[in-house]
């Protein structure tokens, strides 16, 4: 299962530089769909959330998986395109 967080998406965004509306058009999803997730928590289904992290990863975002001191992040490959 594909984990994300509404913070975690958030933080990808800042990072990548990336608008909520450059992400919807980059993953061919909707900007209210993301403001919903990323403020109120909402449930998207995990073909969006997948389309999020490919998006996002291809812009040089590494999503990283939380364990048992830290929480989940994100980090940015060297070289990345913005």
């Known amino acids: 299962m594909v984990m994300l967080t509404p913070l975690q998406l958030r933080m990808a965004r ?3 530089g990336w608008s909520r509306e450059k992400l919807a ?3 061919k999803t909707s900007a ?3 403001t919903d997730f990323e403020t ?4 998207p289904k995990l073909l ?4 999020w992290r490919r998006a ?5 975002v ?4 939380p364990d048992d001191q830290l929480g989940p992040g994100v980090r940015l490959r060297e070289g990345r395109k913005t």
Do not use: Q, Y
């Open 14 to 16: 800042v990072a990548a």
């Open 25 to 27: 058009k980059a993953s």
């Open 32 to 34: 209210d769909t993301i």
């Open 40 to 43: 109120r928590g909402s449930n």
């Open 48 to 51: 969006t959330v997948m389309s």
């Open 56 to 60: 996002l990863e291809k812009a040089g």
């Open 62 to 65: 590494v999503f990283i998986d």
